[in-house]
């Protein structure tokens, strides 16, 4: 896709795939794609929360000392 038109944010937030969006955007480079990403902050929250609430459940993961 070479219109110009940084397309790459509507797709991520339809959670198409960094390799999906970087085929579709023409890119050889994924670094090159995740430039025009935006965040969506309440999405990281949210996933922030997700990730706080497995790591604190009693049966979360178990982290050994090696």
Do not use: C, E, K
Not at 8 to 36: E, M, N
Not at 51 to 58: D, G, V
């Amino acid at each position: 896709m070479t219109s110009g038109m940084p397309v790459s944010p509507w797709f991520a937030d339809a959670d198409v795939p960094l390799h999906r969006l970087q085929q579709i955007a023409g890119h050889t480079d994924p670094r090159i794609t995740q430039r025009y990403l935006h965040p969506d902050i309440g999405a990281l929250q949210n996933a922030s929360n997700l990730l706080s609430i497995h790591l604190r459940a009693p049966n979360g993961p178990q982290l050994h000392v090696v």
